[in-house]
C-alpha cells in the first residue's frame, strides 16, 4: 500500500527557514497536503498542491514537489514561535478516486527556539 | 457553524468494556473518516463514509464498527476495548469535490486500562 515517509523532528531558531521534507511511494495522488497540528488540537490544512505543479506560494509558505524523486517539501521562511506545531505530509492512496481518503506521515515536530 | 464534533473528549475504559464514540459535522459533508494517533506513527484511516449508508474499512479496522445513517453522524464503536486501542482518535469531514480539504475535529483521548 501507500506510504508516506517524514522526518520525526527539526528544530529552528526564531527568524530562520524551516524545511520539512516528506516522501511517498504512489505517483498517482491528484493533490498532496500539508497539515498542521497545535498541541491538544485536532489538525487544520495549511496547504496543498495539485500534482501537475511543481512549486506553489502562499506567503511565508512554499511547497516543492518532485513527482520523478516523489518528493513533496515544505519550506517555511522568516519561522516563528507560533510555527512551533506538527506538521504532517498526506496524499490520496492510489485507487481511492475521490472518496476523501487520506495516507498520512508520521509527522514532523517543528521546535523553534528563540 | 460548529464544524466537526466529538464527544467525548477523554474517556477510560477497562479492557472488555464497549463504547462509542460520537462524531457529528453541520458541514453537510459527503465525506467522514476515523483516524487514530498514536505516537511515531501518524494518522492511520481506521473507516470512512462516502456518504449515508455508505461505509468501507481503511487501514486498521479491527475491533471497531461504524454506521452512517444520516449525512450528519458518524459513530465509531469499541466493541471489546483492549489496551491496544488507546490511542487518540480524531474523526473528519471532506467535501466531494475540489481540493477535498479535511475539517477535523478536536479528538478524543482514549485509555483502555
Known amino acids: 500500500g501507500e506510504d508516506v515517509e517524514q522526518s520525526l523532528f527539526l528544530s529552528v531558531r526564531e527568524g530562520d527557514s524551516s524545511v520539512i521534507n516528506c516522501t511517498y511511494t504512489?505517483?498517482?495522488?491528484?493533490?498532496l497536503y500539508w497539515y498542521k497540528q497545535e498541541p491538544g488540537a485536532g489538525l487544520q490544512l495549511l496547504t496543498y498542491?495539485?500534482?501537475?505543479?511543481d512549486m506553489k506560494q502562499d506567503q511565508r509558505l512554499t511547497v516543492l514537489l518532485n513527482k520523478k524523486d516523489k518528493h513533496l517539501s515544505l519550506r517555511i521562511a522568516d519561522t516563528q514561535t507560533g510555527d512551533s506545531a506538527i506538521y504532517f505530509c498526506?496524499?490520496?492512496?492510489?485507487?481511492?478516486?475521490?472518496?476523501?481518503?487520506?495516507?498520512f506521515g508520521q509527522g514532523t515536530t517543528l521546535q523553534v527556539k528563540p | 457553524n460548529a464544524g466537526v464534533t466529538q464527544t467525548p473528549k477523554f474517556q477510560v475504559l477497562k479492557t472488555g468494556q464497549s463504547m462509542t464514540l460520537q462524531c457529528a459535522q453541520d458541514?453537510?459533508?459527503?465525506?467522514m473518516s476515523w483516524y487514530r494517533q498514536d505516537p511515531g506513527m501518524g494518522l492511520r484511516l481506521i473507516h470512512y463514509?462516502?456518504?449515508?449508508?455508505?461505509?468501507d474499512q481503511g487501514e486498521v479496522p479491527n475491533g471497531y464498527n461504524v454506521s452512517r445513517s444520516t449525512t450528519e453522524d458518524f459513530p465509531l464503536r469499541l466493541l471489546s476495548a483492549a489496551p491496544s486501542q488507546t490511542s487518540v482518535y480524531f474523526c473528519?469531514?471532506?467535501?466531494?469535490?475540489?481540493?477535498?480539504?479535511?475539517?477535523f475535529g478536536p479528538g478524543t483521548r482514549l485509555t483502555v486500562l
Open positions: 473528519a469531514s471532506s467535501q466531494a469535490s475540489g481540493y477535498n480539504e479535511q475539517f
Open positions: 504512489d505517483s498517482s495522488s491528484t493533490y
Open positions: 498542491i495539485f500534482s501537475n505543479m
Open positions: 498526506a496524499v490520496s492512496p492510489h485507487g481511492s478516486g475521490n472518496t476523501g481518503k487520506l495516507i
Open positions: 458541514m453537510n459533508h459527503e465525506y
Open positions: 463514509s462516502v456518504g449515508a449508508g455508505i461505509t
